[in-house]
């Protein structure tokens, strides 16, 4: 069974930095796709960042320039790297990937912008 666990989430100051990481299990993450969602209150779940199984990165135009999606196949690891965040950054951050089986998330990390 795949899963995956968000961690990094926390409260930080408009400007500041903050790193969200995704550990997978029961899934190769070298073989897929992986994507960052949020969803903030009230609001419909929007797609951050990508990265494909190649490599290949697309990003959200609202986080371009303030955050990297990267992976780290070894560790069967994803990171979104997040700086300069704003206050429209605060949601719920989720992982997520899928393969021939399903699609798969995480449960998760709250990240609240303060002024």
């Known amino acids: 069974q795949a899963q995956l666990v968000e961690s990094g989430g926390g409260l930080v100051q408009a400007g500041g930095s903050l790193r969200l990481s995704c550990a997978a299990s029961?899934?190769?993450?070298?073989?897929?796709?992986i994507a960052w969602y949020r969803q903030a209150p009230g609001k419909q779940r929007e797609v951050v960042a990508s990265?494909?199984?190649?490599?290949?990165?697309e990003y959200a135009d609202s986080v371009k320039g303030r955050f990297t999606i990267s992976r780290d196949n070894a560790k069967n690891t994803g990171y979104l790297q997040m700086n300069s965040l704003k206050l429209e950054d605060t949601a719920v951050y989720y992982c997520?990937?899928?393969?021939?089986?399903?699609?798969?998330w995480g449960q998760g990390t709250q990240v609240t912008v303060s002024s």
């Open positions: 990265i494909s199984r190649g490599g290949t990165i």
């Open positions: 029961g899934i190769t993450f070298s073989n897929l796709a």
């Open positions: 997520n990937t899928w393969d021939v089986s399903g699609t798969f």
